[in-house]
C-alpha cells in the first residue's frame, strides 16, 4: 500500500472538502482520512510513504473530449497553430516541405485565419506559388475545413464541376475557380485519397499524445479517433498495443463515430464493454460544422455574412435515424452541436428516442437561446460537454460573426450550471490546447490568458474554480456513468491524482493557467513527476 500526505487534499466529494492523508492499493483508494489514523490501522501494510511537500492532490483531470492520436500528430508533424500571420504559416510549410520527396503527401494541422491581422483562408494559389509538384493538406484549427494545392486537387478529381456531398462545401471563388477550401463533408473527397497512415505512425501518434497529456496532469479522456485512420480495427488495435502492451497508463473512453460502429459491433463490441484502461461509449454524431468556416448550423443567418447560416451534416430526419440506430445497438449519443439549429437537430433526435444505457451528451453546445436551455433541463440523462477554453479563441471575432444582439445564451456555463444541467469539461485537442489548466482559467476569469488586455467575455457567466475543477473530474465521470468510481478522492475510488505546485483553489485566478503539475497518478502509480 502507498500513503499519501503532507498537502492540501481535495476530494471534491464537496467543495473545500480536504483530508490529510489516502491509502492506495494497486489501482484504488482503500482509505483516506488522518495520517496518524490510517498509520495505526495500516502500519503493516504501507510499504511507500510519498511526502506531497505542500503540493496540491486533486482527482485526476479527465479530459471529457479529444482526439487523442489528432492531438499526437501535432506533437510529431508540422503545427500551424502558433503562427499569427499567412506569411509566417506559408514559410513554415515551404520549410517542412523541403524534408519530402517530390510526390509525397505534404500534410499540416492548425492554421487560424482570426489570428491573423489579413484575416482571409490560405488559398490553393498560395500554396501553389510555394509548393507545386507534390500534393499539400493544410488542416485548419476546428478541423471541419482545410485548404489543398492544385496537386492534391487533381490527385482526388476535385473540379469546379465536382458535386458538392451534402453537408460539405466545395468553395469556389468569384473568378469561378476552386479556392481550395473544402468545408466539412466536402473534406473527404480529398481525405479519400490520402494513403493510409502506418500502424508505427499510430503507435507514435498515441505514445507521444499519452506522454504529453501526463505532463499536463490529465489521467484519462474521452477520445474519439476510431474513424479516422484506416477504420476502426487497426486504431482500436493501436490503443490496446500503446496503452495495455506498452504499459502507458491512461483510461481511455472511446466514443465511436458512426461511421465505424457496424465494424464495432461485428467484432463483439458494445457500448461500455472494456476495462479500467480502455472502454467503449457512445456513438459519436455531427450535426454541424463549426464557427471559424461559418459551416455551424444557426437558426439565423451569420451577422458577418447573411448569405448563409452553416451547414447541416444530415437533415433533421436522417439525423433522426442515426439516433434510432443507436437505440437499437443499445448505445447513447454523442452529439457535435455549435449551431443554435443543430442543438435544436439534436435535442429533437434525443427527445423522440428515448436513451435506455448510460447518458447521452451535446458536445460544445455553444449557440444556445432560452427555449434549447428549459428544453436540455428536461432531460434526465443528458449531460452537456462543454470546451471552456473555446471562448479564449473565439472572442472577441465570434461577436462580430454571431452579432451582439445574439449572444446573451452562448458560451453560458454558469447559466447551464444553475439550470441544473450536468456539465463536464474537455478540450477539442488539438482543436484547442490539451492543458486542463486552460480551460479551468477560462471557465473561471472568462479571459484569454494570453490577452495583455484580459478583456473579461461575459461577465455573468464565470464559474468558481470548484465548478470549473468539477468539469473536469465529476463532471466527466458522470458523463460516462461513472460517477460511482471516478472523479473523487473516496475510498472505492480509482487511485487517479493530479497534483499541482501550488494550490488552485488559493492562488490569484488569473494565474491558474500557468500553475504547475508536480505529478501525475494513474492506478497509484506516478506516470510524470516534474
Known sequence: MKLWFGGSIYTLQNEKHTVEAVLTKDDYIVAIGKKKDLEERYHREIIDRIDLNGATMLPGFVDSHLH??????????????????????????????????EGEWIIGDGWNENLWDDATAITRLELDEIISDSPVILKRICRHALVANSKALELAEITVDTKTPAGGVIEVGSNGELTGLLKDQAQELLLKVVPNVTKQYLEKSMTAAIKGAHQLGLTGGHTEDLNYYSGFHPTYETFEKVIKEKGNKFRAHLLVHHGVVDEMNEAGYSSFTGDTSIEFGAMKIFADGALGGRTALLSFPYADDPTTNGVAIFTKEQLNDLVAKARRLNMPVAIHTIGDLAFDYALSAIEQNPVTKGRDRIIHAQI??????????????????????????????????????????????????????????????????????????????????????????????????????????????????????????????????????????TVLQEKIANLKVKMTVIGGDIVYQS
Open 68 to 101: 487523442l492520436i489528432g492531438y499526437g500528430e501535432t506533437l510529431i508533424r508540422l503545427d500551424l497553430s502558433g503562427f499569427t500571420t499567412k506569411k509566417d504559416v506559408l514559410a513554415a510549410v515551404k520549410d517542412y516541405a523541403k524534408s519530402f520527396t
Open 368 to 505: 444556445l437561446n432560452k427555449d434549447l436551455i428549459e428544453r436540455a433541463k428536461n432531460q434526465s440523462s443528458l449531460i452537456l460537454d462543454l470546451q471552456p477554453r473555446f471562448l479564449a479563441s473565439d472572442f472577441p471575432w465570434v461577436i462580430e460573426r454571431i452579432g451582439s444582439d445574439k449572444m446573451e445564451f452562448c458560451y453560458a456555463w454558469k447559466t447551464l450550471i444553475d439550470a441544473g444541467i450536468p456539465c463536464a469539461g474537455g478540450s477539442d485537442a488539438p482543436i484547442e490546447p490539451l492543458n486542463p489548466l486552460l480551460g479551468i482559467h477560462a471557465a473561471v476569469t472568462r479571459t484569454n490568458h494570453d490577452d495583455p488586455n484580459q478583456t473579461v467575455y461575459g461577465q455573468k457567466e464565470k464559474l468558481t474554480v470548484y465548478e470549473a475543477v468539477s468539469l473536469f473530474t465529476k463532471g466527466s465521470a458522470y458523463a460516462i456513468c461513472h460517477e460511482h468510481n471516478r472523479g473523487m478522492i473516496q475510498e472505492g475510488f480509482l487511485a487517479d491524482f493530479t497534483i499541482l505546485e501550488e494550490d488552485i483553489f
